[in-house]
Nanobody, 121 residues
Framework: QVQLVESGGGLVQPGGSLRLSCAAS????????MGWYRQAPGKQRELVADITRGGSTNYADSMKGRFTISRDNAKNTVYLQMNSLKPEDTAVYYC???????????????WGQGTQVTVSS
């Protein structure tokens, strides 16, 4: 069993910051790409940012310069530092990871349960 557990969401005022964490656990052989997605009410889930195992990053245009994705391969954890938050950043944020498990050795995508981020005064 593989689990992704997010933490760090909450309520923050416009202009504030939050740091999300997502830790993968269970029977893991290797983790390839990791990323963050978000889904606002009434909208489709969208990519926020992703990061390769080697540390190459990719951001959605509206997050560039405000959000920073990073990872700790030794801890199987990915982070999202969010600065200068806006009300339109309000959404449920989901962690995603490409993981291979022992005995199968092909990558599958796994999702966390999501963490709510609300930006409001």
């Amino acid at each position: 069993q593989v689990q992704l557990v997010e933490s760090g969401g909450g309520l923050v005022q416009p202009g504030g910051s939050l740091r999300l964490s997502c830790a993968a656990s269970g029977s893991i052989f290797r983790i390839n790409g990791m990323g963050w997605y978000r889904q606002a009410p009434g909208k489709q889930r969208e990519l926020v940012a992703d990061i390769t195992r080697g540390g190459s990053t990719n951001y959605a245009d509206s997050m560039k310069g405000r959000f920073t994705i990073s990872r700790d391969n030794a801890k199987n954890t990915v982070y999202l530092q969010m600065n200068s938050l806006k009300p339109e950043d309000t959404a449920v944020y989901y962690c995603n990871a490409e993981i291979s498990v022992p005995g199968i050795y092909r990558y599958s995508h796994y999702w966390g349960q999501g963490t709510q981020v609300t930006v409001s005064s």
